[in-house]
């Protein structure tokens, strides 16, 4: 099964520094892509771990003895690669985002551009669904979403104007949605603006931004020192979390200084940001708004 071409594929595995006989996981799976290059790179010693809650990228699991692939969200990291007896490895990469695959296909809801059922989930087994946001949520919890997820500043209107509509029709398809808005939606920016209460909502099914902080408070613990930490995000809500956690071990407090007045991190200076260059962006439009950055556990 095609999902889509690995944004910053080249880049993000050399990041890694992948040792021949190291211990690896690409926590968004996907397709293979990242986890297929990682692959090339070990010997018979070394060994991949994969993550992904989407049944549909299970389909394309590799057969290799070196390789693992665990059906579940990477918030569980931890966890699931204890029940393989691993506490430490070397490396550790992610592919944020919505893969192509899931934009491409109608009924999974994600894209402005089908008259699909608003589903929205990467995991089909979750209860909550876009559809139940749209129709159930208070206006005010609503603008929240819009506002903070979907960084709107009418919010306020269009949580609105979506409780007047349903209260006449429940709102089932993403036309329903777009024809409810569209006293919001300028012509030339009409796709923009979708887009973003698309993300929205998609951020609020999937708590995409709590997954994220439990996934990264896991990996100083989970990084041999000196083991790196390799991460693509497509948004600034995904990026600002990541940089400020490489930078700090930390998302939202006040960061620790040590006795000389440096900051405590668990990590190494992050290394520089990495974009993709125009010919990517040109072969693989989904790459346009990657930012990669990587990082490298400092010596306990």
Known sequence: MEYHNPVLLKQSVDGLEIAPDGVYVDVTFGGG?????ILKRLDKGGHLFAFDQDEEAIQNTIDDERFDLISGNFKYIKRFLRIHGVTKVNGILADLGVSSHQFDVAERGFSTRF???LDMRMDSKSELTAHQIVNSYSEAKLQDILFNYGELRNSKGIAKAIVNARSENKINTSFELKEALKNFLPQHREHKVMAQIFQAFRIEVNQELEALKEFLLQTPDLLLDGGKLSVISYHSLEDRLVKRFFKFGLFEEEPVKDFYGNFRSPFNKPEKLIVPLPEEIKRN????????RIVAKAND
């Not at 892509?33 to 290059?37: A, M, Q, R, V």
């Not at 439009?285 to 990669?292: C, F």
């Open 115 to 117: 008259d699909a059922l």
């Open 33 to 37: 892509g990242h986890s297929k290059e």
């Open 285 to 292: 439009n989904r790459a346009r708004s990657a930012k990669l």
